[in-house]
């Protein structure tokens, strides 16, 4: 118990405005192709979504980043140096951290390994096999927020109105549900 609570988790989720991407699955009989029960509405507009990168650990929620743009090395280094580092400072002051992120592309990249090489004396990157099943406790946040997120009324109406409530779910989470 005592080496999980210096592990600080991590990973990146997508919000949708209308909590659907396009694909709708219906089961039907051939006959009932028209029938309301059996057809699904949809918005023209651009609907659109967010990505967010969190963090936490035992000790304290992490920073939440709105990722702007497609999750890609630079942006995820800029990340880990910008947020993550001083979190990890902050929570486990004597360089005892592990840090965990999952196998995504950007987070294998060369120049993402080489910066936490670099800082290997303040908090080391928790090892994970190639194609290993994602076990992360953070999809289980992203599950809470997705849930509170869908329970507010009126929905979001906009990618700005959905990134405000995703950040003020996340920064009124439990600490004890986390």
């Not at 507009?45 to 969190?54: A, F, R, T, V």
């Not at 090892?127 to 009126?154: C, G």
């Not at 109406?157 to 996340?170: F, G, V």
Request: hydrophobic share 40%.
């Amino acid at each position: 118990m005592d080496e999980w609570k210096r592990v600080a988790w991590s990973d990146e989720s997508r919000f949708l405005i209308h909590h659907v991407d396009g694909h709708v699955r219906v089961r039907r009989l051939p006959d009932e192709q028209l029938l309301p029960s059996c057809t699904a509405g949809h918005t023209q507009s651009g609907d659109g979504g967010i990505i967010l990168w969190g963090t936490f650990s035992w000790a304290a929620m992490g920073p939440v980043v709105v990722v702007e743009q497609t999750m890609k090395a630079a942006n995820y280094l800029n990340i880990i140096a910008d947020q993550l580092h001083p979190y990890m400072a902050f929570v486990f002051p004597t360089g005892n951290g592990i840090f965990q992120q999952d196998n995504a592309p950007c987070h294998k990249a060369r120049i993402v390994l080489e910066w936490f090489e670099e800082h290997t004396d303040e908090f080391h990157l928790m090892s994970r096999p190639p194609n290993s099943p994602d076990l992360d406790p953070m999809e289980h946040i992203w599950d809470v927020m997705e849930r509170q997120l869908r329970a507010q009324t009126p929905l979001c109406a906009n990618i700005s109105r959905l990134r405000d409530r995703c950040l003020d779910i996340w920064y009124n989470l439990s600490p004890v549900m986390c």
